[in-house]
């Protein structure tokens, strides 16, 4: 079993920067590929692809809402995955969820097996 943890949400102004993230103490993290979703409030909102890296960290692929503004990376010996969130808009509101998958990266969350608990991202404007 792969537990992740998110950290690093919290309540910012428009413009500002952010950095999540998504650590695990196992080494089963070598071998996943990660990405961050997000979920914004209500009923109708679905989980929302942001950004992915690849097992090695060689490739990354972003939604195209945040092409630019946002990073991903990963550090393989910290078992940690990083989401480096800059010029932060009122529409990037929502729960951050970190998520690891065997094999290629994708933008599915159903191909996810490992999911973390969500960190909360507010932006005022």
């Known amino acids: 079993q792969v537990r992740l943890l998110e950290s690093g949400g919290g309540q910012v102004q428009t413009g500002d920067s952010l950095t999540l993230s998504c650590g695990t103490s196992?080494?089963?993290?070598?071998?996943?590929?990660m990405a961050w979703f997000r979920q914004g409030q209500g009923p109708e909102k679905e989980r929302e692809f942001v950004?992915?890296?690849?097992?090695?960290?060689?490739?990354?692929i972003f939604a195209d809402s945040v092409k630019g503004r946002f990073t991903i990376s990963r550090d393989t010996d910290e078992n940690t995955a990083y989401l480096q969130m800059n010029n932060l808009q009122p529409e990037d509101t929502a729960i951050y969820y970190c998520?690891?998958?065997?094999?290629?990266?994708?933008?599915?969350?159903?191909?996810?097996?490992?999911w973390g608990q969500g960190t909360q991202v507010t932006v005022s404007s």
């Open positions: 998520a690891g998958k065997t094999f290629d990266e994708t933008r599915n969350p159903d191909d996810y097996l490992y």
């Open positions: 196992t080494r089963a993290f070598r071998g996943l590929a």
């Open positions: 950004a992915a890296v690849s097992v090695r960290g060689g490739r990354t």
